[in-house]
């Protein structure tokens, strides 16, 4: 995507709610993305594999309902979801302060924290999105949830657990090549952002 075309930059902070010490990225993302957009952006950036539904909780200014923004499904019929593919960033995040809520796999309940940390002009030469920094492994997907990514951790990391193999051999399953498993390593330079409208091209076949 062209530099020329893109008038502003957003820059978020994502941090997975409580991790502790905190699994975090920072990317940038083109202004004129939808919700769809940016939820493509946060699974790569994060080391997920898209493979749950996903929702975004925002609230616009001076009001109190929650909007909902994912992938609409008849299954949640007490809510309304809109589609994140029709919605742009801009209509909720409209300055740096501005915050959401992110849930990933509704059986596991990944929470996320997005900030807005600012609104910056495109640098020439860049391609975007990209990610700048960030700090520690994305949990294995299906590992149940944030007490069970720790309940996980403690098996893996003491080989006189009597789950231990069990952890090593159900973690090759998971993510072949991944064992042994280090929850401090992440490289901003190894994250590799998808299209986003491949992945809803995907989602609609």
Known sequence: MSTKMLKQIYQFKITLRDTTPP??????????????DLHVAIQDAMGW???HLHMFRVRPMNKRKVI????????????????????P??????????????????????????????VLIPEAGIKYPR?????????PEDCGGI??????????????HQEHEESLIWLESMVPGNVPFDARKFNPGEVHFDNPKKRLKALND
């Open 89 to 118: 960033l801009s209509r909720y995040f409209w300055q740096p302060g501005s915050q959401a809520g992110y849930e990933y796999d509704f059986g596991d309940s990944w929470e996320h924290d997005l900030l807005l940390e600012g």
């Open 147 to 160: 007490g069970g990514y720790y309940r996980l951790l403690e098996m893996l990391q003491d080989p006189s």
């Open 68 to 87: 909902n923004i994912g992938i609409p499904d008849e299954s949640f019929d007490d809510i309304e979801i809109l589609a994140g593919w029709e919605i």
């Open 49 to 51: 594999t898209d493979s």
């Open 131 to 139: 990610c700048l920094a960030g700090e520690n492994a994305c949990p």
């Open 23 to 36: 699994v975090w990225r920072r990317i940038q993302t083109p202004s004129d993305y939808s919700f769809w």
